[in-house]
């Protein structure tokens, strides 16, 4: 399986952690996420953070938060 395939199928659930901890949309899920260092380094293959749990990637997000 691709790093994008992967990086597709754990972003859904780590989205819907993070909405449901904020209470917030999926594009406002993904703005936060995106714009945090934990957002880059998932959106980089070589910290090979996109191969974790989703729960684990929210996690490390909520932390930095």
């Keep these: 399986m ?3 395939t992967i990086r597709a199928i754990t972003l859904k659930k780590t989205m819907q952690i993070i ?3 904020f209470n917030c949309s999926e594009n406002e899920a993904l703005k936060k996420f995106y714009e945090s260092h934990i957002g880059e380094c998932y959106a980089d293959d070589s910290t090979g953070l996109y191969g974790q749990s989703a729960f684990y990637i929210a ?3 909520l932390n930095e938060r």
Aim: charged share 10%.
């Design 59 to 61: 996690s490390l997000f």
């Design 19 to 21: 909405m449901e901890h």
């Design 2 to 4: 691709s790093h994008g």
